[in-house]
């Protein structure tokens, strides 16, 4: 099963290598991991994608919370929550069948140079995933980078 994790850490060094070494020591693989700063440049928030079963995955977030860097920690996997991953994509396609398939399915062209773009898609992962496929069936993709998750929980969700 999926399961996606949010701490807010300290913001200092060696911290994001010891909640990755603890998910690593116990065999998990991360599957994206995603670390930035908050409004508060003392904190950042990490967000883990990790597929296992839910008692080992309970148990590995039960002991990142006793991590001295950790502040908070809560597996979103079953809150109400927003995610959002960002993929930015080289492709080679015809120019005017690019522009229609972008329009249609909402990426955003960043740059065009002779037949090859650079293209950017944001939304769920499953839906990144179905952007991709969908550029395979236009053109032919030279090169992709995505960011991973990042997941916030809803303000209907903590607001009350």
Same mark, same amino acid.
């Given at each position: 099963m999926r399961h996606l994790i949010s701490m807010l850490l300290q913001n200092e060094a060696g /911290?994001? @290598?010891? #909640?990755?070494?603890?998910?690593?020591s116990r065999g998990y693989n991360i599957e994206s991991l995603t670390v930035a700063?908050?409004?508060d440049d003392e904190v950042s928030r990490?967000?883990?994608?990790?597929?296992g079963d839910d008692a080992t995955v309970e148990q590995v977030v039960k002991q990142s919370a006793k991590l001295v860097d950790v502040i908070e920690?809560?597996?979103l996997t079953r809150r109400e929550h927003l995610e959002r991953?960002?993929?930015?994509v080289r492709v080679? /396609?015809? @120019?005017? #069948?690019?522009d229609?398939?972008?329009s249609r399915a909402g990426g955003r062209l960043l740059e065009r140079t002779g037949g090859h773009a650079v293209v950017e898609y944001?939304?769920?992962t499953d839906e990144v995933d179905g952007f991709i496929d969908g550029l395979r069936e236009v053109g032919a993709i030279a090169d992709q980078a995505r960011s991973g998750v990042a997941a916030v929980e809803r303000a209907s969700a903590v607001s009350g």
């Open positions: /911290a994001l @290598a010891r #909640v990755a070494g603890l998910f690593a700063a908050t409004h990490l967000t883990l994608t990790v597929y920690i809560a597996e991953e960002l993929s930015v080679e /396609a015809e @120019a005017p #069948v690019l229609a398939y972008l944001t939304g769920r």
